[in-house]
């Protein structure tokens, strides 16, 4: 995972015991990922999102949520993601299996139709910034599942038990939340560039499309709803901005290794770039297009990556069905 949590040591304040953290009840009522749930948190526990460089896309809120929360120098972080995962009956049998030797799983089935997942890790890397102390697993009553976990700074280590303590009550106040993932066939209409332009897709069953932004660029995302424990992976990214970057390098290709491939995109037939490694397995397409009749010297990069080719096909699909339109 990312340097995502950038716990900062503070000096300076007053002490907290093991007995006062313990003993704290949360009463602070926050939502996570744009209201897909919400829990109470101890006072003075703020949302706080991570720092992005200037390289890169603000975090998104629906995507995920971090919560801070001081005890003097002692610091607890709360980040919660969405999964973009789908699960059924069995996903706390799952992670048994596949975390029965790092974390104890306790599964909780709610009366109202969520399901949680505890898991508490059996040894701690207290070398760490961010010591993961927990990870809760939400399934809603849609099958669909997110992830929060805790974490503690090194100053907090020894007290980890009081902070598991309180990490347990801020677990066992989870709301459900208002809004619920739409992962219909449909046709989605996103706004892009300061809202006077827009971006329209068909999405088959299944996919999600959120978009990021930074001061002078913004990408669409498209994900697949996918099962928990499906090890597959897929990505479609559609970049707007004036500085791209090739996605194929990210994936160890040379440019010398691109095939040619053809494709449609915006009524037209085009050529991309095809990277092929079937050992791995990883396949890339992409190209930049230029865009200057919605902005000067604007560029479109689409770059498309999976494991498998059919999966490319699918998001090729995809990206035949994108139009940008005025508001």
Same mark, same amino acid.
């Given at each position: ?110 009366? !109202? ?94 996919? $999600? ?83 200057? !009749? ?9 770059? $498309? ?6 999966? $490319? ?12 339109? !005025?508001?």
């Amino acid at each position: 995972m990312k340097q995502l949590l950038f716990l900062l040591l503070l000096s300076g304040f007053p002490a907290y015991s093991q007995d006062n953290i313990a003993g704290i009840k949360p009463g602070q009522k926050l939502a996570v990922l744009n209201d897909r749930a919400s829990f109470l948190f101890p006072a003075g526990a703020t949302n706080t999102a991570r720092q992005a460089d200037i390289m890169s896309a603000a975090p998104n809120a629906e995507r995920e949520t971090r919560i801070i929360t001081d005890f003097g120098n002692k610091r607890l972080v709360f980040f919660a993601e969405e999964l973009y995962a789908r699960a059924g009956d069995n996903l706390a049998a799952g992670l048994r299996a596949n975390l029965a030797k790092k974390y104890t799983v306790t599964e909780n089935k709610r009366p !109202d139709g969520l399901v949680t997942v505890l898991c508490r890790p059996l040894a701690y890397d207290s070398t760490q910034n961010a010591i993961l102390i927990y990870s809760l697993i939400v399934k809603t009553p849609d099958n669909l599942v997110f992830r929060m976990n805790a974490y503690i700074n090194p100053m907090a280590f020894a007290d980890r038990a009081a902070f598991q303590q309180l990490s347990e009550r801020v677990f066992n106040s989870l709301e459900k939340g208002k809004r619920k993932l739409n992962t219909t066939a449909r046709k989605e209409n996103i706004a892009i560039l300061g809202g006077q332009k827009k971006c329209t897709v068909q999405l088959p069953e299944g996919y $999600i499309v959120s978009r990021d932004a930074q001061y002078d660029f913004e990408v669409l995302r498209f994900r697949k709803i996918r099962d928990y424990f499906d090890t597959g992976w897929q990505s479609l990214t559609v970049y707007l901005g004036h500085h791209p970057s090739a996605f194929f390098p990210n994936y160890s290709f040379s440019e010398n290794q691109q095939e040619k491939a053809a494709g449609p995109f915006l009524g037209k037939d085009r050529n991309w770039m095809l990277f092929k490694n079937e050992q791995e397995p990883v396949f890339v397409k992409e190209q930049q297009f230029p865009a200057d !009749d919605l902005e000067k010297q604007l560029v479109i990069h689409i770059g $498309i990556a999976a494991d498998q080719v059919k999966t $490319i096909e699918e998001l090729s699909g995809i990206v035949a069905t994108i139009k940008f339109a !005025d508001q």
